[in-house]
C-alpha cells in the first residue's frame, strides 16, 4: 500500500526566510497531493493542493511542487511570517474508490522573530 | 455557517464508561471521516463512510463503532473507555475521490 514519508520533523527558521518541507511517496498510482496546515489547537485546513498532471503550483508565498519520477513533493514558503508557525501535513490519495488520503507525519514549523 | 460540526467540543469522562462523538456536515458531500490525533499529532484514519456505506475500516479496536444515519451525518459510539482512548477526534467530510476534505473542529477526549 502507499507509505507517505515527511521530512523534517521540526523545522525553524528566520522570520523572513523561506522554509521547505518534503514528502516522498511510494505508490506510483498517487496523483493527488494536498497540504494542510493545523495551527495549535485548531483543525487541520487545506492550504494547497496539487495533481499529477502539473509540476508547480503557486498561491502567494505558497508553492508546491511534484517530481513524479522520483515520487517527492514539497512545500515552499517564502518570506515567512509569525503566523506560519503550525504543524503542515503532507498526504497522498490515488482517487480511486477507496477515497482515502495517506498522511505524513507532519512538519513542526516554527518561525523565530 | 459551520461547514463541518462536532459535538461535544470537549469530553472528559472516567475509565469504563461508554460515549458517542456526534458529527454533521452541510457541505452536501458523499464521504465522511473519522480521525484519531493523539499527543504525537499524527492524523490516524479510523473510519470512513460514503453515502452511508462504510467503505474503510482501519484496525480499530471493536469497541469504536461508526454509525451513519444518513450522509450528511458521521456518529462515533465508543465502548469501555480505556486511557489509551484519550486523543483529539476529528470528523471529516469531502465529496469523495481526490478532493479535499474537509475538518470539524475536533472533539478531545480525556479520561480519567
Known amino acids: 500500500g502507499e507509505n507517505v514519508e515527511q521530512h523534517p520533523s521540526t523545522l525553524s527558521v528566520q522570520e523572513g526566510d523561506s522554509a521547505v518541507i518534503k514528502c516522498t511517496y511510494s505508490?506510483?498510482?498517487?496523483?493527488?497531493f494536498p497540504w494542510y496546515k493545523q495551527e495549535l489547537g485548531k483543525r487541520p485546513q487545506l492550504i494547497i493542493d496539487i495533481r499529477s498532471n502539473v509540476g508547480e503550483k503557486k498561491d502567494q508565498r505558497i508553492a508546491v511542487t511534484l517530481n513524479k519520477t522520483a515520487k517527492h513533493f514539497s512545500l515552499h514558503i517564502t518570506e515567512t511570517q509569525p503566523e506560519d508557525s503550525a504543524v503542515y501535513f503532507c498526504?497522498?490519495?490515488?482517487?480511486?474508490?477507496?477515497?482515502?488520503?495517506?498522511w505524513g507525519a507532519g512538519t513542526k514549523l516554527i518561525i523565530k522573530p | 455557517d459551520t461547514a463541518v460540526s462536532q459535538t461535544p467540543k470537549y469530553l472528559v469522562t472516567q475509565m469504563g464508561n461508554d460515549k458517542s462523538i456526534k458529527c454533521e456536515q452541510n457541505?452536501?458531500?458523499?464521504?465522511m471521516y473519522w480521525y484519531k490525533q493523539d499527543s504525537k499529532k499524527f492524523l490516524k484514519i479510523m473510519f470512513s463512510y460514503n453515502n452511508k456505506e462504510l467503505i474503510i475500516n482501519e484496525t480499530v479496536p471493536n469497541r469504536f463503532s461508526p454509525k451513519s444515519p444518513d450522509k450528511a451525518h458521521l456518529n462515533l459510539h465508543i465502548n469501555s473507555l480505556e486511557l489509551g482512548d484519550s486523543a483529539v477526534y476529528f470528523c471529516?467530510?469531502?465529496?469523495?475521490?481526490?478532493?479535499?476534505?474537509?475538518f470539524g473542529d475536533g472533539t478531545r477526549l480525556s479520561i480519567l
Open positions: 457541505l452536501g458531500h458523499d464521504t
Open positions: 471529516a467530510s469531502s465529496p469523495g475521490g481526490a478532493q479535499p476534505q474537509h
Open positions: 505508490d506510483s498510482a498517487s496523483n493527488y
Open positions: 498526504a497522498a490519495s490515488r482517487g480511486d474508490s477507496n477515497y482515502q488520503l495517506i
